[in-house]
């Protein structure tokens, strides 16, 4: 618990058996956390077991993919202040009192991997995917009106759970591309945001998303894609939404 706000750290995990568990005692040691949700999302490696022996909760989210299973986690996590992270090992626990310290006057605190001096030997930064962070997330910035940006797609962040709130029903990406449209609607919702640098550390295995050239680019690409539709629709109500908006319609979607 922080200040009367307890707090929830989520781990979206696919095939994560070999650090699972490190990781979730390494948060779960962090005085201020109150519990440690652990998203299964289809793994075939054993996850499920090393999780059961952890000590965290697990939830499992069928529909594949890095958003949904970050969203599964925000929804079923208890916390008054939810916490992203990754169950590789490259985030450091204790960072996380630099998240919650900046939650006292931010709804949404971003981490950033791209501050040079807390990147750590052999950590998946090297000069291209550290290039392509930042002129994405400068892209961001510029078209959406956001704080300093330098890396829109780490993970490591904190939310406000009523600033989550205002937010939740909003998110359609079920993607590697999940975490810049939460930034991206925080801004469009008027929430105060901030970007912070942590620690980047190199993983146990290797990564989905960005471990290979064609995933970086993939993933760029999705990216660049997301900022400028959502500059272009800006509040665009997402496919849920209309289609209880359809089943009810003497309720007006805002």
Known sequence: MWNGRTISVILPAYNEAP??????????????????VVVDNNSTDGTHE????????????????????????????KGN?????????????????????????????????TTRELIWQKANMGWLLRFGNVAVAKLLELLHGGPSLSDCGCTFRAIRREALDR????????????LPEMT???????????????????????????GSLKGMVVTGTRMIWLILRRR??????????????EERPDVRVP
């Open 19 to 36: 650090g699972i568990r490190r990781a979730v005692e390494e948060f779960s040691s962090v005085e201020i956390v109150d519990e440690v």
């Open 184 to 210: 991206i609607l925080a801004l469009q919702a008027g929430l105060r945001v901030i970007e912070i640098p942590v620690n980047y550390r190199s993983r146990v295995g290797e990564s989905k998303i960005t």
């Open 232 to 245: 272009l629709t800006p509040g665009r109500p997402c496919r849920a939404r209309r289609a209880r908006q």
């Open 167 to 178: 937010i939740q029903e909003q998110f359609t990406v079920g993607g590697s591309h999940f």
């Open 81 to 113: 202040l939810l916490v992203l992270a990754e169950p590789d090992g490259t985030f450091m626990a204790r960072d996380i009192f630099k998240l919650v310290a900046y939650a006292e006057d931010f709804d949404l605190v971003c981490g950033t991997r």
């Open 50 to 77: 090393e999780v059961a022996l952890s000590g965290a909760r697990l939830v499992q989210e069928r529909r594949q993919g890095f958003g949904y299973a970050l969203q599964r986690g925000l929804r079923e996590a």
